[in-house]
């Protein structure tokens, strides 16, 4: 590559944040919701957003460079494939997903220096509290968060119901440690309808997330904070996507609240786990996005790293199983 190249690299690079925060802003507003049914010329979509029409419109091309929306030569504004997982409804969508990460999360990279300096987390230095007190105190952004959650964790309650069927077909109960919305408790009783599924959350998600529960897939939700005490009996706990947002300390904790309530269960951990040899571009920012964004001292685990965890907190391994989305499923069961 010679220097013009790479100069028009680093520019590229360094307009990026317009791109994500336009995915953003089009998310905000509910562009793609609004034209569900039918296509708008600009000046009417920007009256309904009550926005300026060139400067929605300036947006709508920096999305439509990526490949969403579609822009008709006669101005009138469509969704295309890309744009309809904008919208609020499609089972696939990620609108939840770009208002929180083109928010809050996006925010919270301007604590990245510091996080580089101190290895504390830059989301803790932006908003002066960590991220779950953040969400206690603002419950709209709250449900952004655990609906964010909720789309990106679809796929994965799919993969794991085939991946893992022998252990679900054997059990009775589930629970889901950390479960948020439901979604992956949702899709598990659904798979498997003789199970009976519960989650853990903190109060006020499970009070927020009730409502998004399909009431025929009788899931209860149970309050309570993992680092106290985890309810017994169940013959499978999950802990998807819970590890990853803390250090190995805190994990210690949580590891051990799981191991008084595990008997002769077994403990399914999912999680995005990296190796060098496998290094998409995805897995190598989110090592980045968690040192910045969670606990102080938060770093990503490899699978080898994840193990030597599991293993020092009395837990034996049966299996290690790789889903298709990347995330990698670790079947453990209490060391004799
Ligand atoms: C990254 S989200 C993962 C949610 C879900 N497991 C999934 O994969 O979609 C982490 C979850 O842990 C929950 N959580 C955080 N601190 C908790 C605590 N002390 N006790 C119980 N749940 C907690 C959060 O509310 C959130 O729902």
């Not at 089009?26 to 296509?39: F, N, Q, T, Y």
């Not at 990245?112 to 932006?126: A, D, P, R, V, Y």
Request: glycine share 6%; proline share 3%.
């Amino acid at each position: 590559m010679d220097n013009s190249e790479v100069t028009k690299r680093i520019s590229e690079i360094m307009m990026f944040p317009l791109a994500a925060k336009s995915l953003n802003v089009l998310s905000e507003l509910g562009i793609a919701d609004h034209l569900l049914s039918h296509s708008l010329a600009i000046d009417d979509l920007a009256r309904r957003c009550e926005v300026d029409a060139t400067i929605l419109m300036n947006t709508l091309k920096v999305a439509n460079v990526f490949g969403f929306f579609s822009i008709a030569d006669n101005g009138l504004i469509d969704n295309n494939d890309s744009s309809l997982l904008l919208t609020s409804t499609n089972p696939d969508s990620m609108r939840h997903f770009c208002q929180l990460f083109g928010d809050e999360y996006y925010q919270a990279y301007q604590g990245m220096l510091n996080t580089c300096q101190t290895s504390e987390s830059g989301f803790k230095h932006i908003y002066q509290q960590t991220l779950y007190q953040y969400l206690e105190q603002n419950p709209t952004r709250s449900l952004v968060y655990n609906l964010a959650m909720r789309d990106f964790s679809r796929p994965v309650g799919l993969a794991l119901s085939r991946a893992c069927a022998d252990t679900f077909e054997q059990a009775g109960s589930v629970l889901d440690i950390g479960g948020g919305s439901g979604v992956i408790a949702s899709q598990l009783v659904r798979a498997f309808p003789h199970l009976s599924a519960s989650v853990l959350d903190r109060a006020d998600v499970c009070e927020q997330c009730t409502p998004y529960l399909d009431a025929c897939d009788n899931i209860e939700m149970i309050p309570g904070d993992f680092f106290q005490s985890i309810p017994s009996g169940y013959d499978v706990l999950v802990l998807k996507n819970v590890l990853h947002n803390w250090n190995n300390e805190s994990c210690q904790r949580i590891l051990k609240s799981i191991h008084a309530s595990l008997g002769e269960g077994k403990l399914l951990v999912i999680e995005p786990l990296v190796e060098s040899e496998e290094a998409s571009p995805r897995l190598v920012f989110n090592a980045l996005f968690q040192s910045v964004i969670c606990e102080d001292g938060t770093y990503q685990r490899s699978e080898a790293d994840m193990k030597a965890l599991l293993t020092q907190c009395d837990l034996s391994l049966v299996s290690c199983t790789k889903l298709p989305t990347g995330h990698t499923v670790l079947e453990l069961v209490k060391k004799i």
